[in-house]
């Protein structure tokens, strides 16, 4: 019976060992079956369960093959009275942010378990595995980076640059990716002469710069845009990138305002195309507004003179409008001595979007300014200082019975000698958040420039081919098509110019002569007529458009684009209609 006994208690010391080593690892880090020698070993822990602490396993290990890791302990503790006991509780749980110097695969969970209210994981890393798949990546992206080397210079050599600098930019990302799994194989075993690079970052931007300096930069819509104010412009800024006539997609390029800062940033689609939609950020107030396209590149002096050469200006107009209304402005206490000061501010201010004060206005505009000091600059002398203050303004517009219609708000900063004075200046830095067109619409019914009936004539062929009648007929159809989308006209319809002629007994080819032209559009009703001719001279394509005033019988203004290329039919016809936007109408 005690040998029994004996027995027994030796068997549940056993198994009560056992047990015990079987989880040594939430304490140690360490796991007999799987040795560090041959293993990356990591435990995670949290209380939110056994799915959080196994991906904190997994980050554990990443740590050992990452360049910059960012992890914190939350470690809170809190103190509970319960019937004049005090009660201490804690939590500890590991947040890690991670960022590894590479992809890395075959961590595996293997094992998990509980303790209290804390859940934990073990994860692994097989070493040997490891480095034989990091290896195999690193060979594969030098064969790549070779092999594209091998055709970059063929391409460059038969002065194929667009080619070349898509093939670059493959084999740049290519050098990163086989350098980051050099990095991640490091922790395992050293690198060897096989797992270097034969090529670096440092060949592949020589090569580079010998493209560059070929890119060519081009407007291709958007340009001279006319509207009233309180709008905005309706068709985005294009320009395409190419080299040696071809597209350079992945171009980073900036738009810059007036004041040099970048506005918006896109890069070139597979066409070289870059658009930018300039919407709410475009200044609607009434002049004419500018803003440049740049190519970004980090190259060297030399290169980035010859890219600044390529930039390229767009120009939009916006025409005055005025509108009225009775402008009334409150402000807060601490500013009641400039209130006159700071109105007359106001006031200035919104007449850059052309609302103009009228006391006998039934259009009410409510404006409350306020300003709050968010410091002190020292001036020139001991003895003063400049007040600098965050200043906020809030913009209702109400009818005579005092229903609100729209409203906006925004603020700005400023800063001058005293609070009124740096709120005056703040008043000019104050973005108002929503559209002032709204605002315009409501009170004086805001529209872009009235809109003119127009009638489009087939251009004549000035070049003898009679397959380029083809081509005149397809550019007119793309000038009406464009005349129609940019919202400023009222085309007359194809049909009812085709109906006429035929009633006239006019040429049957649908081209007619100016003369002919200003009786169709007479019967039409039009206010202008647009005609123009075609040529091929060498090589280049040549459009000659111009508008003639129905009213006078005299061409209001001519237009005129050009280009090597058919395929450029559409952006000729972009063109023609920008200039005719922007030389005639003012």
């Given at each position: 019976?005690?040998?029994?006994?004996?027995?027994?208690?030796?068997?549940?010391?056993?198994?009560?060992?056992?047990?015990?080593?079987?989880?040594?690892?939430?304490?140690?880090?360490?796991?007999m079956?799987?040795?560090?020698?041959?293993y990356?070993?990591?435990?995670?822990?949290?209380?939110?369960?056994?799915?959080?602490?196994?991906?904190?396993?997994?980050v554990e290990?990443?740590?050992?093959?990452?360049?910059?890791?960012?992890?914190s302990?939350?470690?809170?503790?809190?103190?509970?009275?319960?019937n004049?006991?005090?009660?201490?509780?804690?939590?500890?749980?590991?947040?890690?942010?991670?960022?590894?110097?590479?992809?890395?695969?075959g961590?595996?969970?293997?094992?998990?378990?509980?303790?209290?209210?804390?859940?934990?994981?073990?994860?692994?890393?097989?070493?040997?595995?490891?480095i034989?798949?990091?290896?195999?990546?690193?060979?594969?992206?030098?064969?790549?980076?070779?092999?594209?080397?091998a055709a970059?210079?063929?391409?460059?050599?038969?002065?194929?640059?667009?080619?070349?600098?898509v093939?670059?930019s493959?084999?740049?990302?290519n050098?990163?990716?086989?350098?980051?799994?050099?990095t991640?194989l490091?922790?395992?075993?050293?690198?060897?002469?096989?797992?270097?690079?034969?090529?670096?970052?440092?060949?592949?931007?020589l090569?580079?710069?010998?493209?560059?300096?070929?890119i060519?930069?081009?407007?291709?819509?958007?340009?001279?845009?006319?509207?009233?104010?309180?709008?905005?412009?309706?068709?985005?800024?294009?320009?395409?990138?190419?080299?040696?006539?071809?597209?350079?997609?992945?171009l980073?390029?900036?738009?810059?305002?007036d004041?040099?800062?970048?506005?918006?940033?896109?890069?070139?689609?597979?066409?070289?195309k870059?658009?930018?939609?300039?919407?709410?950020?475009?200044?609607?107030?009434?002049?004419?507004?500018?803003?440049?396209?740049?190519?970004?590149?980090?190259?060297g002096?030399?290169?980035?003179?010859?890219?600044?050469?390529?930039?390229?200006?767009f120009?939009?107009?916006?025409?005055s409008?005025?509108?009225?209304?009775?402008?009334?402005?409150?402000?807060s206490?601490?500013?009641?001595?400039?209130?006159?000061d700071?109105?007359?501010?106001?006031?200035?201010?919104?007449?850059?979007?052309?609302?103009?004060?009228?006391?006998?206005?039934?259009?009410?505009?409510?404006?409350?300014?306020?300003?709050?000091?968010?410091?002190?600059?020292?001036?020139?002398?001991?003895?003063?200082?400049?007040?600098?203050?965050?200043?906020?303004?809030?913009?209702?517009l109400t009818?005579?019975?005092?229903?609100?219609?729209?409203?906006?708000?925004?603020?700005?900063k400023?800063?001058?000698s005293?609070?009124?004075k740096?709120?005056?200046?703040?008043?000019?830095?104050?973005?108002?958040?929503?559209?002032?067109?709204?605002?315009?619409?409501?009170?004086?019914?805001?529209?872009?420039?009235?809109?003119?009936?127009?009638?489009?004539?087939?251009?004549?062929?000035?070049?003898?081919?009679?397959?380029?009648?083809?081509?005149?007929q397809?550019?007119?159809?793309?000038?009406?098509?464009?005349?129609?989308?940019?919202g400023?006209?009222?085309?007359?319809?194809?049909?009812?110019?085709?109906?006429?002629?035929?009633?006239?007994?006019?040429?049957?080819?649908?081209?007619?002569?100016?003369?002919?032209?200003?009786?169709?559009?007479?019967?039409?009703?039009?206010?202008?007529?647009?005609?123009?001719?075609?040529?091929?001279?060498?090589?280049?394509?040549?459009?000659?458009?111009?508008?003639?005033d129905?009213?006078?019988g005299?061409?209001?203004?001519?237009m005129?684009?050009?280009?090597y290329?058919l395929?450029?039919?559409?952006?000729?016809?972009?063109?023609?209609?920008?200039?005719?936007?922007?030389?005639?109408?003012?």
């Amino acid at each position: 019976m005690k040998n029994r006994l004996l027995l027994g208690l030796v068997g549940l010391f056993m198994w009560a060992s056992m047990a015990s080593a079987a989880n040594d690892w939430v304490t140690t880090s360490r796991d007999m079956e799987y040795p560090n020698d041959f293993y990356f070993v990591g435990v995670g822990m949290s209380e939110r369960g056994v799915d959080i602490a196994k991906q904190n396993a997994m980050v554990e290990v990443k740590k050992q093959l990452s360049v910059s890791v960012s992890a914190s302990m939350l470690d809170e503790q809190s103190a509970i009275s319960i019937n004049g006991k005090g009660i201490n509780a804690s939590r500890v749980e590991s947040r890690a942010r991670l960022v590894t110097s590479g992809d890395v695969s075959g961590i595996e969970v293997v094992k998990s378990a509980q303790q209290g209210k804390l859940f934990y994981a073990l994860a692994v890393l097989d070493k040997k595995n490891f480095i034989a798949a990091t290896k195999a990546k690193i060979a594969d992206l030098k064969k790549q980076v070779s092999q594209l080397v091998a055709a970059i210079q063929t391409d460059i050599s038969a002065n194929k640059m667009a080619a070349a600098l898509v093939k670059l930019s493959v084999a740049r990302k290519n050098i990163i990716l086989a350098e980051e799994q050099r990095t991640l194989l490091s922790a395992a075993a050293p690198p060897t002469d096989a797992e270097k690079l034969d090529v670096t970052l440092t060949d592949i931007s020589l090569l580079f710069e010998k493209c560059v300096a070929g890119i060519r930069l081009s407007k291709t819509g958007g340009d001279n845009q006319v509207f009233a104010v309180g709008m905005v412009p309706s068709d985005p800024f294009v320009v395409t990138a190419s080299v040696e006539g071809g597209p350079v997609p992945s171009l980073q390029i900036n738009l810059l305002d007036d004041n040099n800062k970048i506005a918006l940033t896109r890069f070139t689609d597979d066409n070289g195309k870059a658009e930018f939609s300039v919407s709410e950020k475009a200044d609607m107030s009434a002049g004419t507004h500018k803003y440049t396209a740049a190519i970004f590149m980090n190259v060297g002096s030399e290169l980035k003179t010859r890219l600044a050469a390529q930039n390229q200006i767009f120009a939009y107009t916006v025409q005055s409008n005025p509108c009225f209304a009775k402008i009334l402005v409150d402000v807060s206490a601490p500013l009641t001595s400039g209130k006159e000061d700071i109105a007359k501010k106001v006031i200035a201010r919104l007449s850059k979007y052309d609302v103009k004060n009228d006391p006998a206005s039934e259009s009410i505009i409510k404006v409350s300014v306020a300003a709050t000091e968010t410091g002190n600059v020292a001036g020139l002398s001991e003895n003063n200082s400049f007040v600098k203050t965050e200043v906020s303004l809030t913009l209702a517009l109400t009818d005579e019975d005092g229903k609100d219609l729209a409203s906006l708000t925004g603020t700005g900063k400023g800063m001058g000698s005293t609070l009124v004075k740096s709120t005056i200046a703040g008043i000019d830095n104050v973005k108002l958040e929503g559209s002032i067109k709204t605002v315009l619409e409501k009170i004086c019914s805001v529209k872009s420039i009235p809109t003119l009936k127009i009638a489009v004539f087939e251009f004549k062929d000035r070049t003898g081919y009679a397959w380029w009648y083809d081509m005149a007929q397809g550019l007119t159809d793309m000038l009406t098509t464009q005349l129609i989308n940019s919202g400023k006209f009222d085309v007359v319809e194809r049909t009812q110019i085709n109906r006429i002629m035929e009633e006239k007994s006019l040429a049957q080819s649908g081209i007619v002569e100016e003369n002919e032209a200003i009786q169709i559009a007479k019967v039409a009703n039009a206010d202008v007529i647009l005609i123009g001719t075609a040529s091929i001279a060498g090589s280049k394509i040549e459009a000659d458009a111009r508008i003639v005033d129905m009213k006078t019988g005299i061409a209001k203004c001519a237009m005129s684009s050009s280009s090597y290329s058919l395929s450029d039919l559409r952006l000729m016809a972009t063109e023609i209609v920008g200039q005719l936007k922007s030389k005639c109408w003012k």
